[in-house]
Every structure is written in C-alpha cells, then in structure tokens.
C-alpha cells in the first residue's frame, strides 16, 4: 500500500499535499512532517466529520420534508376547492388536512409538550366558525359562556362595553350606562385598534375581549378611532365589577302635566318583569305622556322586544323574522296593553341595536310613538345561542327580521323622526337636548 493510500484513508487531501514535500519517507524532514500531519489530522478529523455530518442531516431533513409532503399532497388529493356542504360534513368533507397538521406539530414543533390538546381543539372550532365570515356567529368558550351569561343576566366584571366585529374592525355598540366605559368617554361606532400596546387589527372578537378583561382594579388602555376626531384617543379604563340596571324610571314635572320616564338599559332575561312593574307604578297619575330611553341599549331577547311593544299596542305585529327553508315567521303582540293610548316617545342613538331598533321600528312604523335622536347601529339579525358540550356554546345568525313594514335595518340602522345630535362634552355636563325635545313635543 503506499503512503497515498495510507493517509487518504487516515485523513483529508490537505495532509497528503504536506506529505509530499519529503524527499524520503526515512528522512529526518518526514518524520517531523508525518508527526505534524498525525497531529493536524487528529484536529481536522472532528471538524471535518462535524462539518459533513451537519451537511448530511440537512440534506437528510430536507428529503425527509420532501417526502412527507409528497405524501401529504397525494394523502389530501380528494379535498374539493369551493365545494358547498348541505349534508353531513363528516361523510363529505375530508378533514385529513386538519390531522395532517397536528401530527406535524406533535413531530417537528419546538416545545410539543405546550401543545394541549383542549386548546388546540378549541382553536380549531373557533377558526372553523370565524371563516363563515359573519361578526355575530361566534363560537365560545367555556368562559365566553360564562360571560355572556353573566351580561343576560346583568352582572360582570369589566369596563362595561357592548363589543362587535364589523367590516374586520372592533366597534363599540354602547357602553353600558354609568360603566367605567362611559365614564371614561367611550361612544358608541368607536373602533378599538389597540389595546394597551397590542394591535389588535386582524384579531378576532373573543380575543380582542380577552385582552380587555381582566381583574377588577385594574386598569386598561384602549386606543380608538373616532370619526369626529383627527387624531386617535387614548382612554384609560379602570375595571370593575358591573350590575347593570335592567330598568331605571322616574317621573318629569312637565309644564302641562306630568311625564313619565322609564330608560331600559338591555334585554335580558329579567327586562320584561321589571318593566312591567316600572310602568305599573305610573297607571294611577295622570300622565301627559311617557318617555321610552332605548339609548346605549345593546340589544338582547327578540321575545323581550315584543314583550315590550305589547304594552303599547294592540293587535298588530311586531317584527317579521326570515329564516332559511321557511316562510316569514310575524311575531305579534300579546295580552291588554297597559298604555294603548298615551302619547309615547322613545330615544335612540347610535349605541341601540337589536331588540332595541325592533323595538323603536314597530312603534314607529305603527306610527303609536314618535322616535328622537339619532341614527340607530343597524343590527338587522337573529342569533341562536346553542349550548355545546363541556360549557362552551354557538352564537350561530339563523334569520333576519324586518320591521312591520318590511324594513331590514341591518347597516343602515334606524332613522329617528326627529334627529337630535348630542355630544360627548353634553354627555358629560348632563345636558340631554335629545330627551328636552321629547319633552317639548310631548308637552303641546
């Protein structure tokens, strides 16, 4: 064997070109040569076996990559683009995709021991939900739940603020009355674009209140968008735990006679009772008229918004509900109005939505009440809640309604009669020039 073959198989090519400046391999310059190059190849052997081992497993993981997706794009071949499911997902859709990228996960994510299974599940179902591409279908969770239960039934811990996702923007439909929201000058079609220092563009609903709840006490800066401003506002709001008043009423000395007052604040599960017994303790004064408050009224229970419009009218219907695969489902009145008679008014601003807007549209189309202030959120839709396995539920969209007339407000909203502007710094000196025209027209 000769020494070209000995020390290729020892070393590297870089030795050898060493090797070959000897003139003997019995020389004095060899040996001093060969004990240099033993010793520069128990150096370069590491490296160089370091350097080609990382080399190969690149390449190893690249192919393996490769290989798996291959066999991803022939596993995922039968999913359809642009297919409509009108039966049983589960029989027509291949969801391998879904198992495909959790598998991924579990093999090449950095720490997998964070990859609760719950969590991701959860994930999974709200990013199913949200590609719907409807801001009032929403998937909740167990605590979402929780909270919107608490809002029905009007406790919760918060700043006090009625959120919705519209056109991909976080819109404020009403701070609650006497919340830390309205406090701090919160109004309703704001749009929240940071929360603290997140940015929230992109965001879904449930994250965006994620991220404004927190411990009573605390607080949170909101970053909002408001069209009267050029310039974005920066609000501090402290957190608290909220009751909200259902009803609130009171009776206005009027000039020609007394009014009576009655501001409903949402429609939730104890709205009817507690109007009715607000309006009850008015039926032995001789009342000029009565003044329904609807403003920064979020909206709640389609039954509670006829159950409301029954105490004014009689016999007629109050809104039209369109589902799918069905013919228009008139929901009308019930039972002996109280008042079927007295001269009504009702305010509304930009923070009514909902019942509210079913509300106020009926009795304006009915022409029983004439409707003050200004232009309503324009929230035309019927949601179901649905309740899901281990606490969590969807708020799924199952129909539109319309107003006696057949008017959909969604995104329009609700025209008043009367149109009355009242500004923030109105709002904060208790000036009210929406309810003194109510009162004004009810006077003559």
Same mark, same amino acid.
């Given at each position: 064997?000769?020494?070209? +073959? ?17 003139? @003997? ?20 052997? =590491? ?21 798996? /997706? ?7 071949? =039968? ?8 039966? $049983?997902?589960?029989?027509? *859709? ?21 990859? &609760? ?53 976080? *819109? ?65 709001? !402290?957190?608290?735990?909220? /009751? ?5 009423? !009171?009776?206005? $000395? ?38 329904? $408050? ?12 006829? &159950? ?23 929901? +009308?009145? /019930?039972? $002996? ?38 232009? @309503? ?27 006696? @007339? ?25 000036? &009210? ?6 009162? &004004?027209?009810?006077?003559?």
């Amino acid at each position: 064997m000769d020494a070209r +073959r000995c020390f290729w198989h020892d070393a590297s090519i870089l030795v050898l070109d060493h090797l070959f400046l000897a003139p @003997s391999l019995h020389s004095p310059s060899f040996v001093t040569v060969h004990t240099l190059s033993r010793r520069a190849i128990l150096v370069i052997l =590491p490296l160089v076996t370091f350097v080609t081992g990382a080399q190969l497993g690149v390449q190893y993981e690249r192919q393996a990559l490769y290989e798996q /997706h291959a066999r991803l794009e022939q596993f995922l071949a =039968p999913v359809q683009d642009g297919k409509i499911v009108a039966g $049983d997902p589960e029989k027509e *859709v291949n969801i391998a995709l879904l198992w495909a990228v959790w598998r991924i996960l579990i093999q090449h994510y950095i720490t997998p021991n964070t990859l &609760d299974a719950n969590t991701l599940v959860m994930g999974a179902v709200s990013g199913l939900v949200n590609a719907v591409n409807d801001p009032y279908t929403v998937f909740m969770t167990p605590a979402d739940t929780k909270a919107f239960d608490d809002i029905m039934d009007g406790t919760l811990e918060g700043i006090g603020a009625q959120l919705e996702l519209k056109a991909g923007q976080v *819109v404020v439909v009403a701070p609650l009355k006497k919340s830390p929201a309205e406090r701090a000058g919160l109004m309703p079609l704001d749009v929240i674009v940071k929360v603290n220092d997140t940015d929230v563009a992109g965001m879904r609903l449930d994250e965006v209140v994620a991220l404004i709840r927190g411990k009573q006490g605390t607080s949170v800066t909101l970053t909002v968008f408001r069209a009267s401003s050029a310039e974005p506002l920066v609000l501090s709001v !402290k957190r608290e735990a909220i /009751h909200i008043p259902t009803v609130e009423s !009171k009776t206005i $000395d009027g000039a020609t006679g007394p009014i009576a007052y009655v501001s409903l604040n949402q429609f939730g599960n104890d709205s009817t009772a507690e109007m009715l017994k607000a309006v009850q303790s008015f039926r032995e004064k001789k009342l000029k008229g009565m003044i329904l $408050d609807l403003r920064f009224n979020g909206g709640g229970l389609l039954d509670g918004a006829v &159950d409301i419009v029954s105490l004014f009218v009689r016999e007629v219907t109050v809104a039209t509900v369109v589902s799918r695969g069905a013919g228009p489902e008139r929901h +009308r009145v /019930h039972g $002996d109005p109280l008042f079927p008679d007295l001269p009504l008014a009702i305010l509304i601003n930009e923070g009514s939505a909902s019942a509210s807007e079913i509300v106020a549209g009926a009795l304006q189309d009915m022409k029983r009440a004439r409707v003050f202030g200004a232009v @309503s959120f324009g929230k035309g839709t019927v949601q179901q809640v649905i309740d899901l396995p281990g606490g969590s539920a969807l708020r799924v969209t199952v129909a539109k309604w319309l107003t006696p @007339s057949g008017h959909d407000l969604s995104e329009k909203g609700l025209t008043p009669d009367v149109i009355v502007p009242r500004t923030l710094e109105e709002m904060k000196s208790g000036e &009210d020039p929406q309810l003194n025209s109510a009162v &004004d027209w009810l006077q003559h």
